[in-house]
């Protein structure tokens, strides 16, 4: 069941973010009452049973969510892709989304006025940071880097960055292109650190005009 976040000021208005848990141990039908055909059968190539479930709470939950924002049947709504792959509801170009999940969260942010995106990373203490700081970060930022945490930071605040900007992270520089030790980051966005997780990190980021005349 998805769960609304609390805004407290540090988002727009008009962005709505939740949360939803999800239960490894649950058989995966029991949270896939919303997926199409296609997304059944995306979910049945993934291996483990966590890889199911994450998949099929993240879309059945997208699906409710959307489907109660713009009044249509969750299980009815089309999805299209955009030029980098980013999805987007069709017959409803203004509706701006994005999923992310790992361990057991998903986080899902909407707006019908702005562009969205999020990231969230379960804290993995075996991961090698330093050996991978090349790839995502940029000199000044690497060597700001002194914790694990502080890399999974980094990784998230960025990932979501590109993710809003449609690109992702396979266009251009990917990661590397923002540089967050001298806010170099994309014209026209924002950015803010999730820190409601323990052994989690994660991020938002959202476009800072928003199009009035999408309401």
Excluded at 143 to 168: H, M, N, P, Q
């Amino acid at each position: 069941m998805p769960v609304l976040f609390a805004n407290s000021g540090r988002w727009p208005s008009d962005i709505a973010l939740w949360s939803v848990d999800v239960d490894l141990k649950k058989h995966a039908p029991a949270v896939s009452r919303f997926l199409s055909a296609d997304e059944c059968n995306r979910m049945a190539r993934y291996k483990r049973l966590g890889d199911q479930l994450r998949f099929a709470a993240a879309r059945s939950s997208l699906r409710e969510i959307l489907g109660e924002r713009v009044a249509r049947d969750p299980a009815e709504l089309e999805f299209e892709a955009g030029a980098y792959g980013r999805p987007w509801l069709a017959g409803f170009p203004h509706v701006s989304f994005n999923v992310s999940h790992s361990g057991e969260r998903v986080l899902i942010a909407v707006s019908m006025q702005r562009a969205v995106g999020v990231d969230i990373e379960e804290l993995n203490p075996a991961l090698d940071w330093r050996s991978l700081s090349d790839t995502v970060c940029v000199k000044e930022e690497a060597s700001r880097i002194v914790s694990i945490r502080d890399f999974y930071r980094c990784w998230t605040a960025k990932e979501a960055l590109l993710k809003a900007t449609g690109a992702g992270i396979g266009v251009g520089d990917g990661l590397k292109s923002i540089d967050l030790a001298n806010d170099r980051i994309p014209s026209g966005f924002n950015f803010v650190r999730l820190d409601d997780f323990d052994g989690y990190a994660a991020a938002m980021a959202f476009g800072v005009h928003a199009d009035t005349s999408a309401l």
